[in-house]
């Protein structure tokens, strides 16, 4: 007999709390294991969340906070396009109708209360996103950096059925698969991403037996309040108050990025106020979007912002639907932080969604600096090498660690994943086995960390050898300007970009380059060390 104590029971909350997580977990862990490319076996850029029948967010995994805070507007995307039935499977990747950049592939899968979640009454959604190595595009990986419009970047996918009331739709995944480079590699992944919803719906399905349908949906609901609750409690606990704060992006106000340009930069501006259990972020002073995929769509920003809440607020809460209404943004659509067509996005994800968390969180370090950290490395360091049309052809991605920013309680941590992304580094067995690459130096990057009371953690060098004729992507931040020090901590080193070849002349790359390479020769990123935190004064 299903249990009939109230949702709202603390208890009950806590069991329906971590059973939810787990389902996410689980969905992870499914597509981790039947990926084909090593960008989502080894690297782990994936993430997954359940959504409840009104579309409202209520667990997600402890992914890649980018691709989940931006994930409630894919969802609400594709039911505004479709009445999902259980069975059902719909995909998105368009930046404008909740996608992130293309790479990000977005499949959603209606769940109900019988036959594993496939037919029966509504209970809910599961949906999973997974950055595919390559979608097309003027470059391996989807991302070049001299694109001037999103359709440089690849192929845009508007909400489509993948299943519908009478199968798969086969011509639709081939449709997917034919648009990338490497089509063998997009069939597995997009199977992969089949797997993970449908263990999901298996064990969303078997809650639903066990509590009854009801009792599910007025769990999910009583969830959703808890986050609230718990992350306005925390706001109320701190002083209300309106700070500024200003940093700047490595690219000019055109959309140049050589390196005049990044060392002076765009700048991007905010005012965060608390009022009350009410965080409110203005961004509205932010300059136009330009031609640089250094732009980001609303919900990437909105992503940013639901991070650094989190952050300074109350982390253990439910990362949930209830979260985000605590929280106000104000953005201007046309600008660099709400970017519409036609405008390339595909570094405002990876790039401007961390330079947003050292933006915010610049601001609030003048309210809270007991919750606020020194700045992370600010970047994600990407780096994508791929095929010129000769030989076999391949696509490698990855994102490179640095250093961790000094916190009030404690250093830095060295060579670790900050701020949006939460991926680990691609094994370099893993690495030369799947790619004509040959990892040199992979190694932390010594006292790069600012100094401080707590030291900014360091950065990595990482350096690749290229074993034949390709073209190389580099997307990096963090270049002209280290990231800030607070409470007297000083900044960290800036990273660094070159390109070495095989006679040992070396060139200087600019933060944000695509570029032909030749066999032997090598990229090497040397990426930003933390920010330090207080003076070292105080600790001695």
């Not at 769990?219 to 200003?246: H, K, Q």
């Not at 309210?367 to 950290?373: A, I, K, L, M």
């Amino acid at each position: 007999m299903a249990d009939q104590r109230p949702p709202t029971d603390p208890a009950r909350l806590q069991v329906t709390r971590h059973a939810l997580d787990g389902v996410a977990e689980q969905m992870g862990v499914a597509l981790e294991r039947s990926a084909y490319s090593p960008n989502i076996t080894e690297r782990l850029d994936l993430s997954a969340a359940i959504f409840s029948p009104s579309g409202l967010m209520v667990a997600q995994a402890e992914h890649i906070p980018v691709h989940l805070g931006s994930m409630p507007a894919s969802v609400e995307s594709i039911l505004g396009a479709f009445d999902l039935a259980p069975g059902m499977t719909a995909v998105v990747n368009d930046p404008y109708r909740g996608g992130s950049h293309l790479p990000d592939i977005t499949l959603v899968g209606a769940v109900g209360d019988r036959d594993d979640g496939r037919s029966g009454q509504l209970i809910g959604y599961v949906a999973n996103r997974a950055h595919h190595a390559d979608i097309a595009g003027a470059a391996p990986g989807s991302m070049p950096a001299d694109a001037t419009d999103i359709a440089m970047e690849g192929l845009r996918i508007p909400p489509l059925l993948l299943v519908d009331g009478h199968g798969e739709r086969k011509d639709v995944i081939e449709m997917l698969a034919a648009n990338s480079r490497t089509p063998t590699e997009r069939h597995g992944d997009l199977r992969a991403q089949f797997a993970a919803n449908h263990a999901g719906a298996a064990r969303l399905c078997e809650m639903a037996a066990e509590r009854g349908r009801d009792g599910l949906l007025a769990d999910m609901d009583a969830l959703v309040d808890y986050a609230e609750r718990r992350i306005r409690a925390a706001l109320s606990e701190m002083p209300d108050g309106e700070w500024t704060f200003s940093d700047w992006l490595e690219v000019a106000a055109d959309g140049s990025m050589d390196a005049d340009a990044q060392a002076v930069g765009l700048e991007l501006h905010t005012t965060v106020a608390i009022r009350g259990d009410q965080l409110v972020v203005d961004l509205t002073r932010c300059p136009p979007q330009v031609p640089a995929n250094v732009n980001a769509v609303r919900a990437v920003t909105e992503s940013a912002a639901l991070f650094v809440l989190r952050l300074v607020t109350d982390p253990d809460a439910p990362a949930n639907a209830g979260t985000a209404r605590a929280m106000t943004v104000r953005t201007t659509p046309g600008t660099i932080v709400d970017a519409v067509f036609p405008a390339p996005v595909a570094t405002g994800n990876v790039e401007t969604s961390q330079r947003l968390v050292d933006l915010l969180l610049g601001a609030l370090a003048q309210g809270v600096p007991d919750r606020v950290p020194a700045a992370s490395q600010g970047t994600m360091n990407n780096i994508l090498i791929g095929s010129t049309g000769q030989g076999t052809p391949f696509a490698y991605y990855e994102t490179i660690g640095g250093g961790e920013g000094g916190t009030p309680g404690r250093r830095g941590m060295d060579g670790v994943h900050t701020g949006m992304t939460n991926t680990r580094n691609t094994p370099v067995e893993a690495l030369e086995v799947a790619y004509p690459l040959r990892v040199v130096r992979s190694e932390l990057r010594s006292g790069t960390g600012g100094e401080g009371m707590h030291a900014g953690g360091d950065g990595i060098v990482r350096e690749i050898e290229v074993l034949t004729h390709a073209r190389v992507t580099v997307q990096t931040e963090r270049r002209a300007r280290g990231p800030w020090g607070l409470e007297g901590g000083r900044s960290g080193q800036p990273g660094r970009n070159t390109l070495i070849r095989p006679d040992g002349t070396t060139q200087v790359l600019p933060a944000k380059v695509t570029l032909t390479v030749q066999a032997g020769d090598r990229i090497r990123l040397e990426t930003p060390g933390g920010g330090g935190w207080g003076t070292q004064a105080a600790h001695r």
